[in-house]
C-alpha cells in the first residue's frame, strides 16, 4: 500500500523556523520525484518545492526560495522541508506528492501519490 505522511506541522510565530517530514512507503523512493506544496483557504494549491530522489536536484518557488530548503533521505524512505524565516502568509495546509522521475516533479494536477497534509500556522 502506497502511503505519503506528512509530519511537523505546528503553530509558530513569525521569524521561527519547522521542519516537515515526508514519510513514504509502498513505491521505490529513488525512482520518484518529492514535491511539497501548500494550500491556503481560498487560494489553490501551490507547488513550492521539488527533490528529484534519484541525484538530488531541487526546486524552489520564488516565494520560498533562500528561506526553505528540500532534502530527502533515501535510506529512510523520507523527505524533508526546513523552512526557516516563517511569516504568516506562510500559513497553509502543507502537502507532499510522489511523481516518477521520468515524467518530472510533481504538480497540482500531476502527481501519482498525495499525503494528507500538515497544518502550518505562522502568527504576527
Known amino acids: 500500500e502506497v502511503q505519503l505522511v506528512e509530519s511537523g506541522g505546528g503553530l509558530v510565530q513569525a521569524g521561527g523556523s519547522l521542519r516537515l517530514s515526508c514519510t513514504t512507503a509502498?513505491?521505490?523512493?529513488?525512482?520518484?520525484?518529492i514535491g511539497w506544496f501548500r494550500q491556503a483557504p481560498g487560494k489553490e494549491r501551490e507547488g513550492i518545492s521539488c527533490i528529484k530522489n534519484s541525484d538530488g536536484i531541487t526546486y524552489y518557488a520564488d516565494s520560498v526560495e533562500s528561506r526553505f530548503t528540500i532534502s530527502s533521505d533515501n535510506a529512510k524512505n523520507t523527505a524533508y522541508l526546513q523552512m526557516t524565516w516563517l511569516k504568516p502568509e506562510d500559513t497553509a495546509v502543507y502537502y507532499c506528492a510522489a511523481r516518477e522521475i521520468t515524467d518530472g516533479c510533481p504538480t497540482p494536477t500531476r502527481s501519482d501519490y498525495w499525503g494528507q497534509g500538515t497544518q502550518v500556522t505562522v502568527s504576527s
Open positions: 509502498g513505491f521505490t523512493f529513488d525512482n520518484y520525484a
